[in-house]
C-alpha cells in the first residue's frame, strides 16, 4: 500500500503564491511520474503540470511561466510552486504518482496513487 498525503492548500489573494507538497509513503521501491491535476467546479479534473522520474517537465498552457513542479527523490515528494495565481485558479489539487512497489519483475509492481485533495482558492 502506498498512501499521498497533500498540503499547502488554502486561500490566497489574486496574484499571490502559494506552494502545494504531495509526500508519498508506504511500499514503494521507486516512483515514475509525478504530477498534479486539478478540478473546478462543475468542471472535469485536468493535468497541471507533471515530471518524469528524469527531470522532464510538462504544463498546462494556462500555467506556463506561472507554476514550477519539482521533485525531492529522497522524500518521496513532490512540489507545486504557484505564482502569479489569478481567481480561474480555484479548484480542488490533486497529487498523482506511478510507483513501482518492488524490483521483483510482477505484473502488479506498478501502482497509481492519488492524494486525497487540496482545496486552492485565490479571491479576493
Known amino acids: 500500500q502506498v498512501q499521498l498525503v497533500e498540503s499547502g492548500g488554502g486561500l490566497v489573494q489574486p496574484g499571490g503564491s502559494l506552494r502545494l507538497s504531495c509526500a508519498a509513503s508506504?511500499?514503494?521501491?521507486?516512483?515514475?511520474?509525478m504530477g498534479w491535476y486539478r478540478q473546478a467546479p462543475g468542471k472535469q479534473r485536468e493535468l497541471v503540470a507533471a515530471?518524469?522520474?528524469?527531470?522532464?517537465?510538462n504544463y498546462a498552457d494556462s500555467v506556463k511561466g506561472r507554476f514550477t513542479i519539482s521533485r525531492d527523490n529522497a522524500k518521496n515528494t513532490v512540489y507545486l510552486q504557484m505564482n502569479s495565481l489569478k481567481p480561474e485558479d480555484t479548484a480542488v489539487y490533486y497529487c498523482?504518482?506511478?510507483?513501482?512497489?518492488?524490483?521483483?519483475?510482477?505484473?502488479?509492481?506498478?501502482?497509481?496513487?492519488w492524494g486525497q485533495g487540496t482545496l486552492v482558492t485565490v479571491s479576493s
Open positions: 508506504g511500499s514503494i521501491f521507486s516512483i515514475n511520474a
Open positions: 515530471i518524469t522520474s528524469g527531470g522532464s517537465t
Open positions: 498523482r504518482m506511478v510507483v513501482t512497489t518492488t524490483p521483483i519483475p510482477r505484473e502488479d509492481r506498478y501502482l497509481e496513487v
